[in-house]
């Protein structure tokens, strides 16, 4: 693949974003420009896509930079000054260009395609949302959330002469040694202890703000205002009741089976908080590589083996520097993969520790890139703009189709078996835990004004829902009560999470379809994602070979479906 550079049109080549003066007058000039033909307004909006790119680019470096070392002010204070100052003044010049293309009868013709008419709808809901006195609340949200990256950055333990982040830590929770695992989960007991006063006052803050903004914008709650801000056009918040309880009586059950064999297996009755990570059968953790480098080479690797396509985005990134994969101290928590819609080559962040779940995420944020390089050319950057139901059907897809070339990782079968299966368990393990992040959320916004004993209880009610029972969390039920603080969605991306459920079900039907013919299947993810947002959620589900189904029916007959393979690998 040729190394992607940055084309620009109407931008500036040598532009440097310091202050908002910087592109004050592209703003102006395309505000006062006469759109008089279809052709006018068409290049038109493809100079407002390319302004956009550049601002969101511009952006996503700085928050780049500075969860690769949140210790360093320099850093942090850029993306300070880019959302308290620059984006508060784009913000109603933003609005006034989404009047004018709206205001435009060209707009109408346009929406005979189908992405445009997509797109035009989400601008649409921006116009209705706009208020003025949003505008400073936003920015403040937006440099709010980002204390909750701070402060999990900073919380780490000593441990046998050691600083070890959360993460780092977490590997010996895996270690055979009990006495081992039960010291290190008391010291990260009480480190997260120190924190929950202040994560707990952090997010009473951004609920509060959060409904103040929804109330402005004519809502009664901050819930029903994010389903309108995040365009969710395709489904409906009875729908994610029903996932809620579709994975209730479906999916738990299924868990507490794994979980009761485990702990036979264990010899116990319930599990200490410290024993749920631990190799049932007495083998050490499983460890795929010994670097983030080999962990990227043998990504690298694999994806190849799947599509040279694939393998050939992994190392335009690698020789871009768009990686940054290990944890370290000062490094925010979490992965993600960011888009960079200008350069077309996006960013993978994320803090491997040599587990098997880092290959996990890698592979993960791996789909998330493919995604990113197959809508690059399209025309607009509001077409690559991705939902995320559509985003994760990307990443979670790659997670399953990857599986079938894990022996690059695992060589012995054992431990290639291994894999799978505790991958296989970690998708059912997970699903309840999406629905109770999301249940909370609904819960938390239509009831803004609850307390922290009631917000506990809530958490607690639905653990009861959503759990199984199986934990002993004596001398620790502080921890338990406050679990969701780990959850980084929470603080940062609100009502981002069911999204993972969603696609999740999707993924699967994908891998199976895999089961059947692989090469079809690859060639309809490809497709599915080579849509962008160009089409509804149904219909790039459709193209990618699999149906867009929240429906208990559904739910239940794809979570047999992976039960059935588990037990079968056996």
Same mark, same amino acid.
């Given at each position: ?27 102006? &000039? ?26 969101? &680019? ?42 004018? %293309? ?55 333990? =000593? ?23 039960? +010291? ?9 202890? +120190? ?16 409904? =103040? ?16 801000? %995040? ?25 507490? =089976? ?91 962040? %994320? ?10 995420? %890698? ?35 790659? /997670? ?20 799978? &299966?505790?991958?296989? /368990? ?9 629905? +109770? ?15 922290? =004993? ?117």
């Amino acid at each position: 693949m040729k190394r992607p550079t940055i084309q620009r049109s109407y931008i500036a080549k040598d532009i440097v974003l310091k202050t908002f003066e910087d592109v004050e007058g592209y703003f102006k &000039e395309l505000l006062s420009r006469e759109l008089n033909e279809l052709g006018s307004y068409k290049k038109w909006l493809a100079d407002v896509s390319e302004l956009e790119a550049f601002l969101e &680019e511009d952006g996503a470096w700085r928050y780049i930079k500075m969860s690769i070392d949140t210790t360093n002010p320099a850093l942090t204070e850029s993306y300070t000054y880019f959302v308290t100052e620059i984006q508060p003044k784009l913000a109603p010049l933003s609005n006034d260009l989404n009047k004018k %293309m709206m205001e435009s009868d060209f707009h109408k013709e346009l929406s005979e395609d189908p992405a445009y008419a997509i797109y035009f709808r989400s601008v649409g809901v921006q116009l209705d949302l706009f208020r003025e006195e949003n505008i400073a609340i936003e920015a403040y949200l937006s440099e709010k959330s980002q204390e909750y990256g701070s402060i999990s950055a900073a919380q780490t333990i =000593e441990h046998e002469g050691k600083n070890l982040t959360m993460q780092q830590a977490s590997v010996h929770l895996k270690n055979q040694d009990e006495a081992l695992r039960s +010291q290190v989960y008391h010291k990260i007991a009480s480190r997260r202890r +120190q924190d929950i006063d202040t994560l707990n006052a952090l997010y009473t803050d951004l609920i509060q703000k959060r409904h =103040e903004l929804a109330g402005n914008a004519g809502f009664d709650n901050y819930r029903d205002y994010m389903f309108q801000s %995040m365009g969710r056009f395709d489904y409906t918040k009875e729908a994610c009741f029903d996932f809620h309880e579709a994975v209730a009586q479906k999916v738990v059950p299924l868990v507490k =089976e794994i979980q009761q064999k485990k702990l036979q297996k264990l010899g116990k009755s319930s599990f200490k908080p410290w024993d749920l990570d631990v190799d049932p059968d007495g083998k050490e953790p499983l460890k795929p590589f010994n670097s983030g480098n080999e962990m990227l080479e043998k990504t690298i690797e694999i994806f190849n083996q799947m599509d040279a396509y694939f393998g050939d985005c992994l190392h335009t990134m690698k020789e871009m520097g768009h990686l940054d994969l290990e944890s370290k101290e000062g490094k925010a928590p979490g992965g993600y993969n960011y888009p960079l819609y200008e350069i077309g080559v996006p960013f993978i962040f %994320m803090n491997s520790v040599g587990l098997h779940r880092d290959l996990v995420t %890698m592979v993960h944020e791996g789909g998330h890139a493919i995604h990113s390089f197959l809508n690059r050319e399209l025309t607009l950057t509001a077409f690559k703009n991705i939902p995320s139901e559509a985003a994760e059907l990307a990443s979670m897809s790659m /997670e399953l189709l990857s599986m079938k070339y894990w022996d690059a990782f695992y060589p012995n079968a054992e431990d290639l078996y291994r894999a799978r &299966e505790e991958h296989l /368990e970690d998708i059912l393990k997970v699903l309840p835990w999406i629905a +109770q992040i999301d249940a909370f959320q609904h819960w938390v916004y239509t009831n803004p004004t609850h307390s922290i =004993e009631e917000r506990s209880a809530q958490w607690l009610a639905l653990s009861k829902r959503f759990g199984t029972g199986l934990t002993d969390w004596t001398g620790f039920e502080d921890l338990q009560a406050h679990s969701w603080q780990r959850q980084l969605h929470l603080y940062e991306v609100p009502f981002y999470y069911i999204e993972y459920g969603i696609a999740q079900l999707g993924a699967i039907g994908v891998w199976k379809n895999s089961l059947e013919s692989e090469t079809k299947a690859i060639e309809q993810y490809k497709a599915g994602l080579s849509l962008g947002y160009t089409q509804s959620l149904p219909k790039i589900y459709e193209a990618a070979g699999v149906t867009f189904d929240l429906s208990p029916k559904r739910i239940g007959e794809l979570m047999d479906f992976v039960d059935s393979y588990v037990k079968d690998l056996a």
